[in-house]
Structure formats: structure tokens, C-alpha cells
């Protein structure tokens, strides 16, 4: 098991309650996109994962470790994409991927030539002059390169140009096909999952989580749940 969420309830510093007794349960190859309103509590699940919010109750376990603990030893199994991921202006991407080569022991040079030229990043760049949307391309670069074994996207489609979007979920499919890994992936766009994962997790107006196989996403939408 890769993510063991047991009877979590987790509330915002104002004291309004996102999770109430939460289990979830992923394991290596599970393909997830978590759907929901804005503010519904999709960056606060992935953020739960990272170790980044205190719980109310209940457990986590991110590769049998809890994510809060200081002294855990596999963060360099998991990598964290997310839309508002901050990189000094001042540095090259041929300087963060390395960092990235450094901090990932499975890391690939081939995988990333390839996709500099895939996504068309330069290298020698820094990140001051990248779009948005390149600087979130050049990120996924770094992510498939690590070959980590647990993917968090927290909505980085979105900013993405439509060849660069198709591009991404093309390549997500052939990785899924050679790489053994879970992957989670928040999005606003529910067009994004069909074809690319197995499962959504769907967290309604009350904060209630419901799992389904992405065949039935459009269920979701019958029982009067909407997404922003």
C-alpha cells in the first residue's frame, strides 16, 4: 500500500471542517483524479499527504511512514507537482533538473532530453523568463525524469496550451504503461481524466469524498454535484 488514510478529520485553522473520518486506501498502479468545487479540499488532500496540515484525528501513512514525521526516509519516492510551486526567477532549468537528478536516485537523462523536446523547453532558460505554463511543463519534466513511485498534480493542466495538455496525457498513458507507480491528479477540468485514470475521487459541496471508476464520473454529475 502505497497511501493509508485512516479516519481523518482535518478542519481549517477558522475551525470549518473539510474531512470527517476520511479512509482512503491507494496502491502501486492506482490512477486517481480528485474533482471538486474550488475550495473544496482538493489542494488540502494532497497537502495532507505532503505532511503539510496538522489533523484533527485519525491517521496517515505515505509508504508506511506518517508524512508529519520530520525523521521519515521515503520523500524521494514521491514527487509533488503543483500550480503554485514557486522556483527562484534566477535559476536555469538545466540547474533545477539537476538538483532534481541529485535528489531522485532512479533519475533518467533520457526521459528528460526527451521531454525538454516534447514539451519544447530550453534548458539553458531560467525560470524568470518562463511563461506559467512553461515553467509548470518544465516541472513535469523534472516529475517523469525522478521515476518516483507516488505522483501528486495538483492542478497544473489548467495552464497548459492545448498541444502541450495533449502532449502530457499522451506521454502520462505511455509512462503509466512502463513505469509502476500511483499517481493523483486534482483538476477543475473533468475532460482531463477520461482516458488517463481508473478512479475519481469527488469531494461534494458538504466535503463528502466519493470514489468511483472513472466509468461512472458522469453519475457523479446526476446526483446534483457539479464542478467549478
Do not use: W
Given at each position: 500500500?502505497?497511501?493509508?488514510?485512516?479516519?481523518?478529520?482535518?478542519?481549517?485553522?477558522n475551525?470549518?471542517?473539510?474531512?470527517?473520518?476520511?479512509?482512503?486506501?491507494?496502491?502501486?498502479n492506482?490512477?486517481?483524479?480528485?474533482?471538486?468545487?474550488?475550495?473544496?479540499?482538493?489542494?488540502?488532500?494532497?497537502?495532507?499527504?505532503?505532511?503539510?496540515?496538522?489533523?484533527?484525528?485519525?491517521?496517515?501513512f505515505v509508504?508506511?511512514e506518517?508524512?508529519?514525521?520530520?525523521?521519515?526516509?521515503?520523500?524521494?519516492?514521491?514527487?509533488?507537482?503543483?500550480?503554485?510551486?514557486?522556483?527562484?526567477?534566477?535559476i536555469?532549468?538545466?540547474?533545477?533538473?539537476?538538483?532534481?537528478?541529485?535528489f531522485?536516485?532512479?533519475?533518467?537523462?533520457?526521459t528528460?532530453?526527451?521531454?525538454?523536446?516534447?514539451?519544447?523547453?530550453?534548458?539553458?532558460?531560467?525560470?524568470?523568463?518562463?511563461?506559467?505554463?512553461?515553467?509548470?511543463?518544465?516541472?513535469?519534466i523534472?516529475?517523469?525524469s525522478?521515476?518516483?513511485?507516488?505522483?501528486?498534480?495538483?492542478?497544473?493542466?489548467?495552464?497548459?496550451?492545448?498541444?502541450?495538455?495533449?502532449?502530457f496525457?499522451?506521454?502520462?498513458?505511455?509512462?503509466?504503461?512502463?513505469?509502476?507507480c500511483?499517481?493523483l491528479?486534482?483538476?477543475n477540468?473533468?475532460?482531463?481524466?477520461?482516458?488517463s485514470?481508473?478512479?475519481?475521487?469527488?469531494?461534494?459541496?458538504?466535503?463528502?469524498?466519493?470514489v468511483?471508476?472513472?466509468?461512472?464520473?458522469?453519475?457523479?454529475?446526476?446526483?446534483?454535484?457539479?464542478?467549478?
Amino acid at each position: 500500500m502505497i497511501i493509508d488514510f485512516q479516519n481523518v478529520s482535518y478542519s481549517i485553522p477558522n475551525g470549518q471542517p473539510i474531512y470527517k473520518n476520511l479512509t482512503l486506501k491507494v496502491f502501486k498502479n492506482d490512477y486517481f483524479g480528485i474533482l471538486g468545487k474550488n475550495g473544496a479540499g482538493k489542494s488540502t488532500l494532497i497537502e495532507m499527504i505532503m505532511g503539510m496540515r496538522k489533523l484533527d484525528a485519525g491517521k496517515i501513512f505515505v509508504f508506511g511512514e506518517d508524512p508529519n514525521d520530520s525523521t521519515r526516509l521515503q520523500k524521494n519516492r514521491i514527487f509533488i507537482v503543483t500550480h503554485d510551486m514557486l522556483i527562484p526567477s534566477h535559476i536555469a532549468v538545466k540547474d533545477m533538473l539537476k538538483f532534481y537528478q541529485y535528489f531522485y536516485p532512479k533519475y533518467d537523462l533520457e526521459t528528460e532530453s526527451y521531454l525538454l523536446n516534447l514539451f519544447e523547453i530550453d534548458r539553458n532558460k531560467k525560470f524568470g523568463a518562463l511563461s506559467t505554463g512553461q515553467k509548470i511543463k518544465a516541472m513535469l519534466i523534472a516529475a517523469f525524469s525522478a521515476k518516483a513511485e507516488l505522483y501528486l498534480f495538483d492542478e497544473v493542466t489548467a495552464v497548459l496550451d492545448p498541444k502541450s495538455r495533449r502532449n502530457f496525457f499522451k506521454y502520462l498513458n505511455k509512462f503509466r504503461e512502463e513505469h509502476e507507480c500511483a499517481l493523483l491528479l486534482a483538476t477543475n477540468i473533468a475532460e482531463d481524466l477520461h482516458n488517463s485514470v481508473q478512479k475519481v475521487i469527488f469531494i461534494d459541496d458538504h466535503h463528502k469524498v466519493k470514489v468511483r471508476p472513472i466509468e461512472l464520473l458522469d453519475e457523479l454529475f446526476d446526483e446534483g454535484d457539479q464542478v467549478a
